[in-house]
């Protein structure tokens, strides 16, 4: 049985005091690695003991990966959904890493959530993935539909197709992006409706609704514009079909005033209310979903992924992600501006969050810091997470006896110290790297 989530929206803590203050708010989702079960945010624990539903939403498990899911980000999971008391936590059907042992290749990190091709050998292990999370978690899992700004050649599945199969299979809910849906109609051509059509309705556990841009012909889901009206029509769709169980407004960026926030909210339950009223008409059940292009068997029968399927799959994604971030060429089949459009969106993101992150480095480099990192970033693929790309940064400017302002090198060695030890670590020769920085050091 669905839990009746209401309307909610992404909790961030930017935005915690309009939150809390905000009329109407069933529930809130907020990113689970950027909390702490042992020291959850004040405002969340008042939003949970007031009766609140907080849901955990995942961005790092990478399920739609060649590798079987890592042990501890799971417990992580597990972890956050126990403190926050969430009835359900949610993921992403996205690769976000790639190489390693699969290939006998350097481990790359996306730092983002990039497309699965929908092929047969994607969708067991993707299957295979979502068992062993189940098993792992104390709640139920449900995953999201993410936006691409690129496609896979030789796709096997339609989109409403994979996700069918990928619920009939494991038992999975869904959780459905309506922006995603309408991201994938204006980059790859994809029919919003025909993708409804084909979700197995019942599997909903809730919609996202977000915002973005359109540049060049491209839509880019940024989580910092306003919702336009033609997610708002693709949400209305959505709702003529099924009452969904929840809805969230998702907002990362650029947070406006509360007063556009809860007007954002407002068209929301006015295109929900418009869906309801067009199923009410309609007075009849919603159209079967389209099936499977093969009868899925039960659960339990479904044998795990060959390993041959994980190897193929991991050589296509390390082939992919390299071309992304390490400046390889574009694997065949790919239409190559699209994975020029996507490599620079992924270095400017980069760039963002190690400033987030790791803001005493970019007000060091003031101006200077957006070209140097996307410089480093352009001879330096991320092989951990962004605190660690972060140190890496800064170990690699002062390895170069940079800044050149030796006040301000001093406060980046410092820094530097602080979080990584007196020593650096590089990747190269032990004596050219000792040479190196005892000159940056010295340099003051």
């Excluded at 935005?15 to 969340?44: F, K, T």
């Excluded at 949610?90 to 481990?107: D, K, M, N, Q, Y």
């Excluded at 104390?138 to 409403?160: F, R």
């Excluded at 809860?262 to 339950?269: S, T």
Aim: hydrophobic residues 45%; neutral net charge; charged residues 25%.
């Amino acid at each position: 049985m669905r839990q009746r989530l209401g309307t909610g929206i992404g909790w961030r803590p930017e935005i915690a005091d309009a939150v809390e203050a905000m009329p109407g708010i069933d529930w809130v989702e907020v990113v689970a690695e950027n909390v702490c079960p042992g020291h959850l945010p004040e405002s969340l624990l008042r939003l949970r003991d007031r009766g609140v539903t907080v849901v955990p939403h995942g961005v790092s498990l990478g399920l739609g990966g060649a590798d079987r899911p890592d042990p501890g980000r799971l417990d992580a999971l597990a972890e956050r959904a126990a403190a926050l008391r969430a009835p359900l936590v949610t993921e992403h059907i996205a690769f976000v890493r790639a190489g390693g042992p699969l290939t006998v290749s350097p481990r790359l990190e996306a730092g983002h959530l990039l497309p699965v091709p929908r092929t047969r050998d994607a969708l067991d292990v993707l299957c295979e993935n979502v068992r062993v999370a189940q098993d792992a978690l104390p709640v139920p899992l449900a995953l999201e539909n993410i936006a691409a700004l690129l496609s896979w050649p030789g796709d096997e599945l339609t989109e409403g197709q994979f996700l069918y199969e990928l619920a009939d299979r494991t038992g999975v809910r869904l959780l459905i992006d309506v922006a995603n849906l309408h991201t994938n109609h204006v980059n790859r051509g994809e029919d919003p409706a025909e993708a409804l059509a084909a979700l197995p309705l019942e599997a909903i556990a809730y919609v996202h609704v977000a915002g973005g841009f359109e540049r060049d012909g491209v839509w880019h889901d940024s989580h910092a514009h306003p919702v336009p009206r033609p997610v708002l029509d693709i949400l209305a769709d959505l709702a003529s079909r099924t009452s969904p169980p929840g809805v969230l407004l998702e907002r990362d960026e650029n947070f406006p005033a509360p007063s556009e926030l809860r007007a954002e909210l407002d068209a929301v339950r006015e295109a929900l209310d418009k869906g309801a009223a067009r199923r009410s008409a309609a007075a009849r059940p919603a159209a079967p979903p389209t099936p499977a292009p093969t009868p899925a068997p039960a659960p339990d029968s479904v044998p795990p992924a060959a390993g041959a399927a994980r190897q193929r799959l991991a050589l296509a994604q390390t082939a992919l992600l390299s071309a992304l971030v390490a400046g390889t060429p574009a694997p065949e089949g790919f239409d190559r501006v699209r994975v020029g459009v996507q490599a620079r969106a992924l270095a400017a993101k980069r760039a963002d969050v190690v400033a987030k992150v790791a803001p005493e480095v970019s007000a060091l480099l003031g101006a200077r810091y957006r070209p140097a990192f996307l410089a480093y970033a352009q001879a330096h693929p991320m092989s951990g997470g962004y605190r660690q790309d972060a140190l890496d940064f800064a170990e690699h400017l002062l390895t170069a006896g940079r800044p050149e302002d030796a006040r301000a090198r001093r406060e980046l060695r410092e820094w530097w110290r602080e979080r990584s030890g007196s020593r650096p670590r590089s990747r190269r020769p032990a004596v050219r790297l000792a040479r190196a920085t005892r000159r940056a050091l010295l340099r003051r």
